[in-house]
T-cell receptor
Framework: DTGVSQDPRHKITKRGQNVTFRCDPI?????LYWYRQTLGQGPEFLTY????????KSRLLSDRFSAERPKGSFSTLEIQRTEQGDSAMYLC??????????????????FGSGTRLTVV | GQQLNQSPQSMFIQEGEDVSMNCTSS?????WLWYKQEPGEGPVLLIA?????ELTSNGRLTAQFGITRKDSFLNISASIPSDVGIYFC?????????????FGQGTTLQVKP
């Protein structure tokens, strides 16, 4: 399977703990995106990387959130001092600029299956 | 955060019926996308639209990019039980070339066999 891989699929944590999620994009994709999706809503943009550079961050990404993509391949999203409001599905997507639609040469802008975070 | 206005919020239809859903925005978009999401999974792209007025089909699915660039619709013809899921519209603002997408709130589709 050469799709976008996210780990873990599910995470339950106590309020105040730190959590880290990992995303492995499709190998030839140089753009990587993080989105957050709460129940009953569409995904909301958090941040994106072009190779290893983090080029844009949403105001949703508070100081407790940090994302990295150290070698331009996989990415991690860390949440410090988790709060109950952080409970959501965290989605990663990868893509190639200008190619959101799959073709015979690329999978286009592709989402992973997400990490479901529950803060208790 | 900014989201598109998607309607209807949910639909419960009989197998074989046609379905229509739409998205509107106060902002102009240069790309409209339609996704389907099933429980516990990420969104899967169904159709991508790049030009105002463009009408594109993918099997039983047809979508259009509105002339004003502020709206789009998705039609599903002759629905079948496996069409069940949540459908999202998403768009990229005209002012953006980052690939950042803005999503609608979703339309939940249930199909009765």
């Amino acid at each position: 399977d050469t799709g976008v891989s996210q780990d873990p699929r599910h995470k339950i944590t106590k309020r105040g703990q730190n959590v880290t999620f990992r995303c492995d994009p499709i190998s030839e994709h140089n753009r990587l995106y993080w989105y957050r999706q709460t129940l009953g809503q569409g995904p909301e943009f958090l941040t994106y990387f072009q190779n290893e550079a983090q080029l844009e961050k949403s105001r949703l990404l508070s100081d407790r959130f940090s994302a990295e993509r150290p070698k331009g391949s996989f990415s991690t999203l860390e949440i410090q001092r988790t709060e109950q409001g952080d409970s959501a599905m965290y989605l990663c997507a990868s893509g190639i600029p200008g190619q959101p639609y799959p073709s015979e040469n690329t999978d286009g802008y592709t989402f992973g299956s997400g990490t479901r975070l529950t803060v208790v | 955060g900014q989201q598109l206005n998607q309607s209807p919020q949910s639909m419960f239809i009989q197998e074989g019926e046609d379905v229509s859903m739409n998205c509107t925005s106060s902002s102009i978009f240069n790309t409209w996308l339609w996704y389907k999401q099933e429980p516990g999974e990420g969104p899967v792209l169904l159709i991508a639209l790049y030009k105002a007025g463009e009408l594109t089909s993918n099997g039983r699915l047809t979508a259009q990019f509105g002339i004003t660039r502020k709206d789009s619709f998705l039609n599903i013809s002759a629905s079948i039980p496996s069409d069940v899921g949540i459908y999202f519209c998403a768009g990229q603002l005209r002012s953006s070339n980052t690939g950042k997408l803005i999503f609608g709130q979703g339309t939940t589709l249930q199909v009765k066999p």
